[in-house]
Structures are given as C-alpha cells and as structure tokens.
C-alpha cells in the first residue's frame, strides 16, 4: 500500500495535508492526504434546442463556472465555442482533460454520428465528436442528453439511492433514459429509451421530424392544442400570452389552469392522459422502481407529476412512484462533467500493476 500512496504523490494525484487528526492519540501519526482535484477541469456541455449551456468542474466535480447562450439553428457549433471560451475564462482554467457532450438525437456508439435530432436543423448526420475535439484538444466524448440527464441523477440527483429508474425527459421532444441495476443502459446501438417515437396516436399526424409521442404530447403538443382551443373558445390562455396565439406556450397552459380556466384544464387533462399512455408502454416493459420526470416541461413541479403519477397508476399493474428531477435544465451539462470525469478517472488511474510488499 506504500508503494500506491508513493506513486499517487508522485503523479501530484494526491497531496498530504499538514493537519492533524488524531490529536492526543497513541501510536504512529496517520497521513492525511487529499485528493488534488485542481490538478485538472472538464467541461460539461448541453446542447439543446432552445439553449447552449457549458460548466466547467475540477476533478472533483466541483462547478467553478457557467456560461449559457440561448440556442441559434444557424450556428450551433460557434455558440458552443464562444459559451465554453467564456466559461474557461471566468474560471481561469487552462488544463482542460476531457469534455462531455449532451445532444438531441441518438448517437451510435461507434461512428459517434447523431441522427434522429430534428430539435436542431442540419444536425442529422454529424460526428459532433470529432466537430468538436480540434476545439478543445482533449477527448470530446457525445451522448445523448437523457441519458447524460439520468447519469447526472444518478451521480447528484433524484436516483441517487435507486438501480432501476426510467427518466423521461419532456420538452420539445420526449426522450426517456433507463437505468438498469445501477448502470445507464445505451442499447445495442444506443437508441435505448427512444421513446417519442412509440407508435401512439395515430390520428395525429407527426411534423417537424417528431416521433408519434413526442408529437402528440410534447411542447409542441402543449401549444398547438392550446391555440386550437382558444380559437374555438373564450378563454384565459390568450391574456396570458400577450393576446398573441403564437405566444401560447407549456407555462401559458399551466398558469391559466392554474387560475381556473375551463379550457387550460381541459386541454392539461387531455395531454396527461397522452403522456401516461405512451409512459405506461415503458413502464410495463421495464417495471422500473422509479419514474423521473425532467426536461422543460417538468418546471410545472407537481401541477404535472401528480396528475401524471395518477394516471399511471390506473393504467399499469406494477406502478412505479413519480419523482420530479432534482437537477432542473443543468441535468444534461452535469450528465457531459460526470461523463468528462469518467473518462480522466480511467486515464488517470490507470495504472500498470504494482507489486506490494
């Protein structure tokens, strides 16, 4: 054991700290050593349809600065750059080891190219890995944002204490995560937990590159049945949006039935029902202990989750408990730090064998 505290000092993994623990007591002073966490950074970066957020940590994983752009289709990568520039800056950090990525879309393990991403215009296609590794000069490593989502649960969030959990992440598009005795499943070609494009309401036409689901019950859905609604009826829905249709939003929806209004609550009960039918066909695939309920839509706090964890109920015969996240829309970019920090955990510590004496 000697001969491992001698070489993590060495390589400045560790250093010993001058104070004292064991005051008073008999026998050999004990070594007190601290991991040197700023011996490196990561960055961790979520790009999504509607922002760009980067976090840089040290190697503890403690969040030194934050930088946040409101995304534009028509320069995505330039964004990213600019967001994470700024956010080295304001912490100062030069020694970047390793980046973690979180995008839309499925990314195949192999090729690392990202498809299914119709949240952002021209992205189908690309190898964001190697888009973005000239930027950074270290290991750029691209995930879907879910899954980063469920893995920054996992690591700080709501799954903590928990080995099987389905993550659902509502927003434009509705993606879940699944994580299986303890560990994100991926999928035989990373695809695992796509679930916006269940093959549910058929009624509805999918627009925009959306799967069936997502269509009939994301943001999307929530804004294009709202303004339906209020053209057809009186209602609250349009005072609260400035007297703008094309202003209705989620939050629109949820404030004016909120206060009482007839059709925000006909329309939020409609969409419930949507969102527990196509959650149920994953939950009695995965019998997961645990529903997470992330992603834009999921700011509404318990105004969604406990109509949501009713509905459920009703509909499976093992029901699992909903639980809102915990990490809020920094879920994704914590998810690319601890992915970053696996990925200099494994370098850094991997060591050839020691023989000990």
């Given at each position: 054991m000697?001969?491992?505290?001698?070489?993590?000092?060495e390589?400045?993994?560790?250093?010993?700290?001058?104070?004292?623990?064991?005051?008073?007591?008999?026998?050999?002073?004990?070594?007190?050593?601290?991991?040197?966490?700023?011996?490196?950074?990561?960055?961790?970066?979520?790009?999504?349809?509607?922002?760009?957020?980067?976090?840089?940590?040290?190697?503890?994983?403690?969040?030194?600065?934050?930088?946040?752009?409101?995304?534009?289709?028509?320069?995505?990568?330039?964004?990213?750059?600019?967001?994470?520039?700024?956010?080295?800056?304001?912490?100062?950090?030069?020694?970047?080891?390793?980046?973690?990525?979180?995008?839309?879309?499925?990314?195949?393990?192999?090729?690392?190219?990202?498809?299914?991403?119709?949240?952002?215009?021209?992205?189908?296609?690309?190898?964001?890995?190697?888009?973005?590794?000239?930027?950074?000069d270290?290991?750029?490593?691209?995930?879907?944002?879910?899954?980063?989502?469920?893995?920054?649960?996992?690591?700080?969030?709501?799954?903590?204490?928990?080995?099987?959990?389905f993550?659902?992440?509502?927003?434009?598009?509705?993606?879940?995560?699944?994580?299986?005795?303890?560990?994100?499943?991926?999928?035989?070609?990373?695809?695992?937990?796509?679930?916006?494009?269940?093959?549910?309401?058929?009624?509805?036409?999918?627009?925009?590159?959306?799967?069936?689901?997502?269509?009939?019950?994301?943001?999307?859905?929530?804004?294009?049945?709202?303004?339906?609604?209020?053209?057809?009826?009186?209602?609250?829905?349009?005072?609260?949006?400035?007297?703008?249709?094309?202003?209705?939003?989620?939050?629109?929806?949820?404030?004016?039935?909120?206060?009482?209004?007839?059709?925000?609550?006909?329309?939020?009960?409609?969409?419930?029902?949507?969102?527990?039918?196509?959650?149920?066909?994953?939950?009695?695939?995965?019998?997961?202990?645990?529903v997470?309920?992330?992603?834009?839509?999921?700011?509404?706090g318990e105004?969604?989750?406990?109509?949501?964890?009713?509905?459920?109920?009703?509909?499976?015969?093992?029901?699992?408990?909903?639980?809102?996240?915990?990490?809020?829309?920094?879920?994704?970019?914590?998810?690319?730090?601890?992915?970053?920090?696996?990925?200099?955990?494994?370098?850094?510590?991997?060591?050839?064998?020691?023989?000990?004496?």
């Amino acid at each position: 054991m000697n001969s491992v505290i001698g070489l993590l000092l060495e390589q400045g993994y560790v250093h010993e700290d001058d104070e004292l623990t064991s005051a008073g007591r008999p026998g050999r002073r004990p070594r007190l050593l601290r991991f040197a966490s700023g011996l490196g950074h990561v960055l961790g970066i979520d790009i999504g349809a509607n922002k760009v957020l980067v976090l840089v940590a040290d190697l503890a994983g403690q969040v030194l600065a934050t930088e946040r752009r409101k995304s534009d289709p028509e320069a995505v990568l330039e964004l990213v750059e600019e967001a994470a520039a700024a956010a080295l800056e304001a912490a100062g950090v030069t020694n970047l080891k390793a980046v973690g990525v979180g995008t839309p879309g499925v990314v195949d393990p192999a090729s690392g190219r990202v498809t299914l991403a119709p949240q952002l215009a021209g992205w189908d296609g690309i190898e964001l890995g190697a888009r973005l590794e000239p930027l950074f000069d270290c290991p750029v490593l691209v995930d879907n944002e879910v899954r980063l989502s469920l893995l920054a649960e996992r690591w700080r969030g709501a799954a903590q204490e928990i080995d099987d959990a389905f993550l659902v992440q509502i927003g434009v598009g509705i993606g879940g995560g699944v994580l299986v005795g303890g560990e994100v499943y991926r999928g035989a070609g990373g695809a695992a937990g796509e679930i916006g494009y269940l093959p549910l309401f058929d009624e509805e036409e999918p627009s925009n590159g959306l799967g069936p689901f997502e269509h009939a019950a994301g943001a999307t859905a929530f804004a294009r049945l709202a303004r339906r609604a209020a053209a057809e009826r009186p209602t609250m829905l349009l005072e609260l949006a400035g007297g703008d249709p094309e202003a209705i939003d989620p939050e629109t929806v949820f404030s004016a039935a909120a206060v009482g209004d007839p059709v925000a609550t006909e329309v939020l009960d409609d969409l419930f029902d949507r969102l527990a039918r196509g959650l149920a066909a994953a939950i009695v695939v995965l019998n997961p202990a645990t529903v997470i309920v992330g992603g834009g839509v999921s700011r509404a706090g318990e105004r969604l989750r406990e109509p949501l964890e009713q509905r459920i109920h009703r509909l499976v015969p093992v029901p699992p408990r909903v639980i809102l996240s915990q990490l809020g829309d920094e879920a994704v970019a914590l998810g690319g730090v601890r992915l970053a920090l696996q990925e200099v955990e494994q370098t850094l510590f991997d060591f050839a064998p020691l023989e000990l004496v």
